[in-house]
């Protein structure tokens, strides 16, 4: 009962990940599977677990292996996202470049941020949800950090934490690099 637990809670991801692989949409999979797109929908955010008949037809209409699909083999395999491959937000904030490097699935619990700052550049955050942290680390310049009415300036190999449950804010006088790690309860 332990395993197929465990593959019901990865077979989602594997199936999304392996539909958008191909390129396909959701009603593409469900025209090539006969399986309806409302079912191939809840079926990857984990809603509704497949018959073995329904993930036949899907494995089949995605060109994946039905076995390997229910695998449990994440633990022997490596991901990797290559620097050009990850999501950048370049609109929030000003003079502040965000590349996204955890995964979204942790949205909201634990995300990981690496920051870019130019001279003059500043990331205002309004309050997070209830009990939510930061955790900045300075790799390259100086930071000054504001949480609430508290404000630090922050130099490469200090890490800053903090509420952010608070209006916050990140600002550089001269260009800076920091990772920011952010924890939700």
Not at 17 to 27: F, I, P, Y
Request: aromatic content about 4%; overall charge negative.
């Amino acid at each position: 009962m332990e395993k197929l637990d465990a593959i019901l809670s990865f077979l989602p991801m594997r199936l999304k990940k392996a539909r958008r692989a191909k390129g396909l949409s959701l009603d593409a999979v469900a025209k090539l599977s006969g399986v309806s797109r409302s079912m191939v929908s809840q079926i990857e955010r984990g809603e509704s677990s497949p018959t073995i008949s329904t993930l036949w037809n899907l494995t089949k209409a995605l060109q994946v292996d039905f076995a390997g699909l229910l695998e449990d083999d994440q633990e022997s395999r490596v991901e990797i996202l290559r620097s050009n491959d990850v999501p950048t937000i370049e609109n929030h904030g000003t003079g502040c470049s965000i590349r996204i490097l955890s995964p979204p699935e942790g949205a909201g619990r634990h995300e990981v941020y690496e920051l870019r700052f130019s001279a003059g550049g500043a990331l205002d955050s309004l309050p997070h949800a209830q009990g939510t942290r930061e955790h900045l680390t300075i790799i390259e310049g100086q930071l000054r950090v504001t949480s609430g009415e508290a404000v630090e300036q922050v130099v490469a190999g200090d890490t800053a934490r903090y509420a952010a449950d608070v209006a916050h804010n990140i600002s550089a006088d001269s260009p800076a690099r920091a990772f920011l790690v952010v924890h939700g309860r």
